[in-house]
């Protein structure tokens, strides 16, 4: 079974539980999303530039009962372009820059996915595989990874759930694990949703084919 990387732990380790939460949890991508983008890939930690305001967003996210959870296609580690280890410099960076901006912009899971395009991997989005692991290890759910989410074994309630992102394939995974999909620019990054994201009676961007 594909697994996604995990940032900083094992992908079956626990996860911490947080008292009061209803379920709800705000999938991000990352380039384009928390920080600037690169053709030919954020490739170490000193290409990294946050975008203004994600922090913040993160921040209005948590304070609104969403947990945080980053889902990011990485094909370039498995392709040889940079290790595991470059990457998880690279991660912290954002994070440490997130929470730089609002002390209060915690990310609880950053999960990659390793594989290329023609892996044909359910772990790699437009698949729904990362955020259907998201969910089981924020839920203490047994990890089970399929392309979408009605095809895996415990089909969780997301109520309030969303997923952001700057590509037709982070819109693909909201729409096969069946939350709201958030369509970002990249030129003005996560702040420039917040205010829908946090509006319930958005259902979002459409799917385009």
Do not use: C
Not at 18 to 35: M, Q
Not at 71 to 92: C, K, W, Y
Not at 154 to 183: I, P, Q, T
Request: hydrophobic share 40%; aromatic share 6%.
């Amino acid at each position: 079974m594909d697994l996604p990387g995990r940032h900083g732990a094992s992908i079956d380790a626990p996860v911490n539980t947080l008292e009061g939460w209803d379920g709800s949890i705000a999938y991000l991508d990352r380039d384009g999303v928390l920080n600037i983008g690169r053709e030919d890939y954020v490739k170490n930690a000193d290409e990294v530039i946050l975008i203004e305001g994600a922090g913040h967003a993160v921040a209005a996210l948590r304070a609104a009962g969403y947990r945080i959870v980053i889902v990011t296609n990485q094909s370039p580690v498995n392709r040889g372009m940079f290790s595991h280890e470059d990457l998880a410099d690279i991660n912290q960076t954002v994070l440490d820059g997130l929470m730089l901006e609002n002390p209060d912009a915690i990310v609880d899971l950053v999960l990659y996915s390793p594989y290329a395009p023609w892996d044909n991997s359910p772990v790699r989005k437009p698949g729904a595989g990362m955020l259907q692991v998201g969910r089981q290890l924020l839920s203490g759910l047994s990890l089970d990874v399929a392309h979408n989410s009605n095809d895996i074994q415990h089909k969780f309630d997301e109520g309030r759930s969303l997923m952001a992102g700057d590509r037709n394939a982070d819109m693909g995974a909201a729409y096969n694990h069946g939350v709201r999909g958030f369509r970002v620019d990249p030129d003005i990054g996560l702040s420039g949703v917040i205010d829908r994201m946090l509006d319930d009676d958005d259902e979002g961007d459409a799917l385009e084919i």
